[in-house]
């Protein structure tokens, strides 16, 4: 089918792939396939079991090897006269800068999360080359095409926020599975095993009350020689029992709400474990330490009994504490710590029991702790064609006929994969267009840490930020500044707006730059005396920035990353606590993040397509991509 | 279905995809065996997708010595080694995709398909057939059909930017959850000669072009006594002279079937590999909620047109005389 001009373009082209994961493995074989000659693929992951089902570049013996060296070794098996550059590094890595993004002819994204995205987006405007944007969730998947200038960059569009809650759901009255996980994994788990000196809500209800803010004080402290599944019921018994009397005792809260059940060990297990399972010891000497091993409960995919979860709650502490105390106090959770996962397992489950919510498997509850993402390897396949399909476009410059393509789970009116006119660049999108942002912020109390971290990292997304006002420098990161300079921006982090070398007041206007994504942006600084700590716990406000709220509908968002995005209905997705105060509890404004958040869903899905699906002989209006374009907003 | 559970191992490697389709649908698709006629890209495509996926087996044929041109689209061969070692395609074929995952028993069957017995046909769950002759697909079909299991019986051709599935599930019932509750659904689907026969003039008005102009190609492949595939820009006249035949038949205005799409059906003799990366995923996806009753199977052909970008589903049957 290939006319002598498509075939010459793309022999010419030369490409960069950015991951060489799921949708990377198949986009890499097709551009193989379909001629290419010349690609460069970026990729810092090693491989793992779990991406052998899809990744399909990749055999056992690679697991743990570089997925963008594995990859190129593979396809050079069948390939072996085209060149194929691995690079096996992070694509923020400072080599690949605007100079480098220049020597390609597009760049094609495979990308798993936000921030890379984000990053890539800006690097192909600064150097002008075409990006071809990807990501799958389960069923769903989506390519879309950017072109500075003539279609919306990445960013042009908001992204949802990563779904909060508020911490008296999480830390009280829990209604869901996920508030049960969200505690046991971000609250207990940390609070026993993790940094000692975080902050930890724990005990927020019972703070309530007077002396038992001294009392929980205590009954996490492990005391020297103490009988380590003492220690285990005394846990169990304060957080499962003694907390939950507390709670109960504000009437209040459970006027409206069924009253939980207090859980004691004792009522559980009468029976002490150890003399139950005397011989565990040397059943976990070497290797993985896991309590499903010798506890004979083999299926992941099982429900536990209560008493099954106490059992493994109680003996997942006591192997903590005996084999693997040196992690004890620096521990954060991992999905791919079985023993982790066990014990937040089981504390999310006995929660759940006492709130009367349904307990989950351990394998359920691992995908909703660890955010996994549904992948299959059809869908990636899939997007992976579509994405070259539009990237030869791009080499033709068949600028009338670049699409935005959908792959659906449900057909809508009759169309499983869905191709939609590109969008025009969003005129007032801070990243492909000059608009100025503005910030409201108190000049005199906020400092300027508070802005380079909650804004200029977190909201702006720049990893190497410098702030000017005028031609002053405020404020710079990098790898060669003078150590003066240093020490000065040190102490201009510590500094209130108004107390800056060359004072930030009402009307200044600031320009953030970020010199390697050369991208810069001006931001208006507009004085404002007070702060909403509940609905503005930032203590400052960015206007002209937008971000998405959280989707409500049942549509499941399209992730945009196939390996670690992920497509759990919405309320089970990236989780953040939102301190809010929900009662009496005192909170502190702060915003904590709960989990290595990829929160880079697009809903750009045209919603209401569905409606009128009934009947064939309702003919298909050649009009519907504006249709599904103003169904979109 | 019951009582046999997943191993460790193929909870990790599985991990990912038991997420979407869950534990049973998994256990299903291991006990399921696949037959696949005809080692091109596209089908090439389709088995790496259901290895990966975990079925139980997968039997390939064809025949045919692998060529240089059989290399194009297909990356389950590898250059030299095969070559010289005079392999058939679907020899060549079975080696690599027995890498992707050994939990799969990947086999070859040799022999001329249109003699096999419905017995042969029996062992399977889903058969797949590529690159033949109407006559061969409308005979397997039937073969398919007569037996009273079920088999999930499909074709799938790519002509270049261009490619269908054709789906024939006979009688197949599954259960979907709407909101709260679970629905029973029953989809009836007609055999492929059945479907194809359907007139023209009583499909929906906005069915894919696509579909006629598959069709014209097929019959005159067919009328010719070509092999599938086996055409060229030379062909044109001929191919004209038939569809005014068919469309005159069908009572159908001869726009129904551009010339510009039929030429490029007839110059699409080999495959555009994105094309087939896609109809390759979509056919895997058909077949493995087939085998493990999850999901809406579609009914019964998908046309995708790499020029537009659309997948569309078109439910092409006979109307009902009772």
Not at chain 1, 105 to 113: E, K, R, S, T
Not at chain 2, 204 to 220: A, N
Not at chain 2, 264 to 292: D, H, M, N
Request: glycine letters at 6%.
């Amino acid at each position: 089918m290939a006319s002598e001009e498509q075939i010459s373009a793309i022999k010419r082209a030369k490409v960069l792939m950015v991951g060489a994961g799921g949708i990377g493995c198949e986009l890499l074989k097709t551009l193989a396939l379909s001629g290419f000659q010349d690609i460069h693929i970026i990729d810092m992951d090693t491989i793992e079991v779990s991406n052998l089902n899809r990744q399909f570049l990749f055999r056992q013996s690679h697991v743990g090897q570089s997925k963008a060296k594995a990859s190129t070794f593979t396809i050079l098996r069948f390939r072996p006269k085209i060149s194929i550059t691995p690079y096996h590094a992070n694509v923020k890595e400072s080599r690949f800068n605007v100079d480098f993004f220049k020597e390609f002819d597009v760049v094609l994204n495979g990308l798993d999360n936000l921030d890379a995205r984000r990053h890539v987006n800006r690097l192909c405007l600064a150097a002008d080359v075409p990006l071809v944007e990807s990501g799958t969730t389960g069923f769903l998947g989506q390519v879309t095409v950017h072109l500075k200038g003539k279609t919306e960059c990445y960013e042009c569009q908001p992204k949802p926020a990563p779904k909060t809650y508020p911490v008296c759901t999480i830390t009280s009255t829990p209604s869901k599975f996920i508030h049960c996980i969200v505690w046991a994994k971000d609250l207990l788990f940390a609070k026993l095993f993790g940094d000692k000196n975080q902050e930890n809500d724990l005990n927020v209800r019972s703070s309530d009350t007077g002396n038992s803010s001294e009392h929980s004080a205590d009954v996490f402290e492990y005391r020297k020689d103490e009988d380590i599944e003492q220690y285990g019921r005394r846990i169990y018994d304060h957080v499962f029992g003694h907390n939950i009397e507390v709670a109960l005792s504000n009437e209040e809260t459970w006027k409206n709400r069924n009253k939980p059940r207090p859980i004691y060990s004792k009522d559980v297990l009468p029976v002490k474990m150890t003399e139950k399972n005397g011989d565990t010891e040397k059943d976990c000497a070497t290797g993985d330490v896991s309590v499903m091993a010798f506890l004979s409960l083999k299926n992941p995919q099982d429900i536990w009994s209560l008493a099954e979860n106490s059992r493994v709650f109680l003996e997942a502490l006591r192997l903590f504490f005996s084999k693997r105390l040196k992690d004890i106090g620096n521990l954060t959770f991992d999905k791919d710590d079985q023993l982790a996962v066990e014990f937040v397992t089981a504390a999310a489950n006995i929660r759940a029991s006492s709130f009367g919510i349904p307990l989950h498997s351990l394998f359920e509850a691992k995908g909703i702790a660890g955010n996994i993402v549904h992948a299959v390897a059809t869908t990636n396949a899939i997007i992976a064609g579509l994405i070259v399909i539009e990237a030869i476009k791009v080499l033709k410059k068949d600028n009338n006929n670049y699409r935005m393509t959908y792959c659906l789970e449900h057909p809508s009116r009759k169309l499983l994969l869905m191709p939609v006119e590109p969008y025009e660049p969003n005129k007032s999108c801070y990243v492909c267009s000059e608009t100025p942002l503005s910030l409201e912020v108190n000049t005199h109390h906020s400092k300027l840490r508070d802005f380079v971290e909650k804004i200029v990292k977190g909201k702006l997304g720049m990893n190497f930020p410098v702030i000017m006002q005028g031609a002053s420098i405020l404020y710079e990161v990098g790898e060669d500044l003078e150590e003066d300079m240093v020490a000065i921006y040190a102490a201009n982090l510590e500094k209130a707006f108004s107390e800056l070398p060359s004072s930030v007041i009402s009307g200044t206007v600031l320009t953030v730059e970020d010199l390697q994504q050369e991208f810069s942006c001006s931001i208006n600084i507009k004085h404002r005396e007070e702060f909403d700590e509940e609905k503005e716990p930032d203590g400052m406000v960015l206007c002209g920035w937008v971000e998405a709220p959280v989707d409500k509908d049942n549509n499941k968002p399209i992730g945009n990353g196939e390996s670690t995005s992920n497509a759990l209905p919405s309320e089970e997705k990236d989780v953040e606590i939102q301190e809010m105060s929900g009662g009496t509890e005192t909170v502190t404004g702060k915003k904590r993040k709960l989990s290595e958040v990829d929160e880079s869903k697009k809903q750009k899905k045209p919603e209401k397509l569905d409606v009128d699906d009934e009947d064939d002989e309702l003919v298909i209006s050649d009009d519907w991509e504006s249709l599904a374009k103003k169904n979109r907003v | 279905m019951n009582g046999e559970e997943l191993t460790e191992q193929e909870t990790a490697l599985y991990d990912r995809q038991i997420r979407v389709w869950g534990a049973d649908a998994q256990r299903r698709l291991s006990k399921s065996h696949i037959l696949v006629y005809g080692m091109k890209g596209t089908v090439a495509e389709f088995c790496k997708n259901i290895v990966l996926a975990g079925v139980g087996s997968v039997t390939l044929m064809d025949d045919h010595a692998v060529t240089d041109s059989a290399l194009s689209a297909n990356f389950l061969i590898l250059p030299d080694e095969n070559l010289s070692h005079g392999k058939t395609l679907a020899e060549a074929c079975c080696d690599s995709l027995k890498e992707f995952n050994p939990m799969v028993h990947v086999s070859v069957e040799k022999g001329d398909i249109s003699t096999f017995g419905v017995e042969f046909f029996e062992k399977f769950d889903a058969v797949v057939i590529s690159c033949c002759s109407l006559a061969k697909k409308k005979l397997i079909n039937q073969k398919c059909r007569k037996l009273p299991k079920r088999i999930s019986f499909y074709t799938v051709d790519c002509r270049g930017s261009c490619g269908e599935i054709f789906v024939d599930l006979k009688n197949y019932k599954y259960s979907k959850k709407k909101l709260e509750e679970t629905i029973e659904c029953q989809l009836e689907y007609p055999s492929f000669e059945d479907a194809i026969a359907a007139p023209w003039k009583a499909l929906p008005k906005r069915v894919s072009k696509l579909y006629f102009g598959m069709r014209v190609i097929e019959q005159f492949e067919d009328i010719e006594g070509r092999n599938a595939g086996q055409t060229s820009i030379a062909d044109l006249p001929g191919v004209l002279k038939l569809r005014k035949e068919l469309c005159e038949t069908n009572s159908v205005n001869e726009s129904q079937v551009p010339d510009a799409l039929l030429e490029r059906l007839l110059i699409g003799t080999s495959e555009f590999p994105p094309v087939c990366a896609v109809i390759g995923g979509i056919l895997g996806q058909e077949v493995i909620k087939a085998i493990s009753g999850k999901g809406d199977p579609l009914k019964n052909f998908f046309f995708f047109d790499a020029m537009d970008g659309k997948g569309l589903i078109e439910d092409i049957s006979k109307p009902r005389h009772s």
